[in-house]
């Protein structure tokens, strides 16, 4: 049976090109395996069978079967005359072998017989033979047979890979010197690569200072130094780049100039400008000439960090070394000119370009058209991207996912929808950024219905919704208040395979909070932690603001102190809505403890904390307190906004204190601060409540000749007043006005209007004034 199995395993093995032998120690493991399932041992002689089966196609692997095995040769191709000597030299200490005596050249000859014997011989790590362990554990006799291999680099490589991973070797800078050595003198550089990068894995990077060290013949530590930048480059490890180039430099030996661009493009990916600078002046120094794509690097560098006078005396230099720009250099210098403001520099570059008969391209227009709608300039930008087609280059996806972008930013939905219709006639095809910033687009201006036909849309075209696809969709229904629909899209999501983030959550804690549900904000907030998601400060904030709007500071100062022990602290933007909050639930003191304590984590108070501690002090009576933190924002150089103003304006206006109030709301247009409908209610209400009612119509009328238009509040002051003067037509007037530019009442204005009414009676006078005074009257009297 056991001869059977192994036929058939040996079978199977050479059908399908898998050496199943190779593996002496399995072989050996799988027959007494079997044996013991059959539950007896077999003797020598019975097993000495199994070789003459399996190894009819390969005698040489019966000899070393039976080494292994220690069987007697029963093979009828073995050699009897040498099985007898082996027996002889085995019974006689004198003639038998012993590795410990083995010459250089024993041991070389040893490895060419193996391999001629076995050609899997030293390929597999479960290839094994014990004659090799006295070189393995020797690493002085290790370096010495490799060397004597050396005219056979290939089977000197098989042999050290082999070695290097068996139990026992010791690794070395020394060895793997050597065999790089060997390979670099016959320039097999694609083997030596593999080596090297086994160098850099192991951390043996002081073979840098073995190979300068004259170890191997200069020749060969060239090639292999400038191998080993190169892997270090491909790996981005700047600082051991720059070690070895150093070291390379001042030991007189040149990098190739590739390497050297390698280690230019490495700093430049990780903001080391300065070095870069370094490496480019040693480059200088030691006569490496630097190419076209030293210069591109370089500019594209000093551009990155905005130095531009430093990237425009490089380009000056290079013109006077003889390198002329090429159309990538000018694209880095459109680009740089463009990311740094310089927009008549980059048209001016493009005009030199095309005068030098060089090709202008999308990524040539692409860094300028952006640069423009950055700066609100969408139609210059709109007019590049027409001069770029007129000069023979076609826009790209990235052109075209630009200009939607800032269209849908400035709420030109129809440009923007205009632009993707283009995209689709030019045979571009629209990625998931297109289709992003459209969504995002109709979300901002409130139209869900074309939002979710584009994403329907993006599916039917096979392409898969990203995080920030239903995270853009989920704000759009929070914006409308629509939380249930929100929840039901987050619910969708999660089956679709995309996990809600710490944004989506976010979002529908604040859509919560700002629709007063504020028992489902603590739900999404309290399922964000259960799903193991950490809130970031955006989060933690929003957390803030909902403990504040339930009256709960104690849980919002919890909130603030555990985002501090989570490693967020606390950012200006927490301070001002804590600041806020408290001076919302009248807590003015703790507010302005707040306020102080932001200096202390290294905060300056801006514009919005000056004008949430002085609305808190005015609110409050705390007028002089609330002047002396306006004149001290004043004295730290920021700039009141029309929100502080406002504040003030109406804090004196309240008080009857109009001189002030004039005061600043002239100080305010000086400053070029335009005020808006809350200032002109807050001066309106002031007259209203001092019984001034001519000097609240002066204003009211200017704010609708500045095109303001008066809302709810507005007419309903004016309602107000007049009714308290007995001034009813007027007031009926106001109310009437009110209705045709769609504001609809509510119930303050209904006070108002009917003050003077019993409540009971309220109800019916606003349904005969809306229903028979305002409305049709045959409809009236159907309904009655």
Not at 14 to 38: A, G, P
Not at 78 to 89: C, F, L, V, Y
Not at 352 to 374: D, Q, W
Not at 479 to 508: N, S, W
């Amino acid at each position: 049976m056991v001869i059977l199995l192994l036929s058939i395993l040996d079978y199977v093995g050479r059908r399908y090109n898998f050496e199943f032998w190779s593996s002496l120690r399995s072989l050996q493991f799988l027959t007494f395996t079997v044996l013991k399932v059959k539950g007896r041992t077999l003797h020598l002689e019975e097993l000495s069978v199994i070789p003459t089966v399996l190894c009819l196609y390969d005698p040489w692997q019966l000899q070393t079967l039976h080494d292994v095995l220690q069987l007697p040769s029963k093979h009828p191709y073995s050699n009897g005359k040498k099985a007898k000597e082996k027996e002889r030299t085995k019974d006689n200490p004198k003639t038998s072998i012993n590795h410990n005596t083995f010459s250089v050249t024993d041991f070389e000859k040893l490895i060419y017989k193996t391999i001629k014997r076995n050609r899997w011989a030293f390929t597999h790590n479960f290839w094994v033979s014990d004659r090799f362990q006295p070189i393995i554990v020797d690493p002085d006799l290790f370096l010495v047979v490799l060397n004597s291999i050396r005219k056979r680099p290939r089977v000197a490589l098989r042999f050290f890979r082999w070695a290097e991973i068996q139990p026992g070797f010791k690794r070395s800078e020394f060895a793997f010197c050597t065999i790089l050595e060997i390979l670099a003198d016959r320039n097999l550089m694609r083997s030596a690569h593999s080596v090297m990068e086994k160098v850099v894995n192991c951390d043996l990077h002081g073979i840098v200072d073995i190979l300068i060290g004259g170890y191997v013949n200069s020749e060969a530590s060239n090639k292999l130094l400038d191998l080993l930048l190169w892997i270090y480059t491909k790996a981005s490890m700047a600082e051991l780049c720059l070690l070895t180039f150093d070291k390379m430099t001042r030991n007189g030996f040149l990098p190739n100039v590739k390497n050297c661009n390698r280690i230019l493009r490495v700093l430049q990916d990780k903001d080391l400008v300065n070095k870069a600078k370094d490496v480019y002046k040693a480059m200088n120094e030691f006569g490496i000439q630097p190419t076209i794509v030293t210069y591109n690097t370089l500019l594209d560098s000093f551009f990155k960090e905005g130095e531009v006078r430093e990237a425009l005396g490089l380009l000056s230099e290079m013109q006077q070394r003889g390198c002329a720009p090429n159309d990538v250099t000018y694209n880095v210098l459109i680009n740089g000119c463009s990311r740094t403001g310089e927009l008549n520099q980059a048209k001016d570059l493009i005009g030199e370009m095309l005068n030098r008969g060089l090709k202008v391209s999308a990524f040539t227009y692409n860094p300028l058209i952006f640069a423009y709608c950055k700066m609100g300039k969408l139609v210059e930008a709109l007019e590049l991207g027409n001069e770029m087609e007129s000069r023979g280059a076609s826009p790209t996806v990235a052109t075209y996912n630009t200009f939607m972008n800032w269209l849908c930013k400035w709420g030109d939905m129809a440009e923007a929808r205009k632009q993707f219709y283009d995209m689709l006639r030019k045979n571009l095809v629209p990625d998931i950024l297109s289709y992003n910033t459209l969504i995002y687009g109709y979300c901002r201006v409130s139209n869900l219905r074309e939002a979710f036909l584009l994403f329907d849309d993006l599916r039917f075209k096979r392409l898969f919704p990203t995080i920030v696809t239903y995270n853009t969709l989920i704000d759009g229904l929070c914006r409308l208040g629509d939380l249930e629909e929100a929840r039901k899209l987050k619910e969708e999501m999660i089956h679709q395979g995309v996990f809600p983030d710490v944004c989506t959550y976010t979002i529908l804690v604040i859509g919560s909070c700002k629709m007063g549900n504020l028992m489902m904000a603590k739900e999404f907030f309290y399922e964000m932690l259960r799903k193991g998601l950490q809130p970031d400060c955006y989060a933690y904030t929003t957390g803030i603001v909902r403990e504040l709007m339930c009256n709960d500071t104690s849980k919002a100062f919890s909130l603030q102190e555990e985002m501090r022990a989570k490693g967020f602290p606390p950012n200006l933007i927490t301070y001002n809505v804590l600041v806020d909050g408290l001076c919302k639930l009248g807590n003015v003191d703790e507010a302005y403890g707040v306020f102080q304590k932001m200096a202390q984590d290294g905060l300056a108070p801006d514009h919005v904390s000056y004008t949430s501690v002085i609305h808190g002090h005015s609110e409050n009576g705390r007028l002089k307190e609330a002047m002396k933190l306006f004149y001290q924002m004043l004295d730290r150089g920021l700039s009141p906004t029309v929100v502080t103003y406002t504040v003030l304006i109406h804090a004196h206006a309240s008080k009857r204190r109009f001189e002030q109030a004039f005061m600043f709301f002239s100080e305010m247009q000086e400053k070029g601060v335009s005020p808006n409908v809350i200032t002109y209610n807050a001066l309106i209400n002031g007259f209203c409540k001092e019984g001034r009612i001519d000097q609240a119509y002066r204003f009211f009328d200017e704010m609708e000749e500045k095109g303001l238009s008066p809302n709810k509040y507005t007419y309903t002051l004016l309602i107000s007043e007049n009714c308290n003067l007995g001034n009813w037509n007027e007031a009926l007037r106001l109310y009437i006005q009110m209705l045709e530019t769609g504001i609809q009442p509510d119930s303050y204005t209904h006070t108002a209007l009917f003050k003077l009414l019993p409540k009971d009676c309220m109800s019916r006078a606003i349904w005969f004034l809306e229903n028979v005074v305002l409305g049709d009257g045959d409809t009236a009297e159907r309904k009655g």
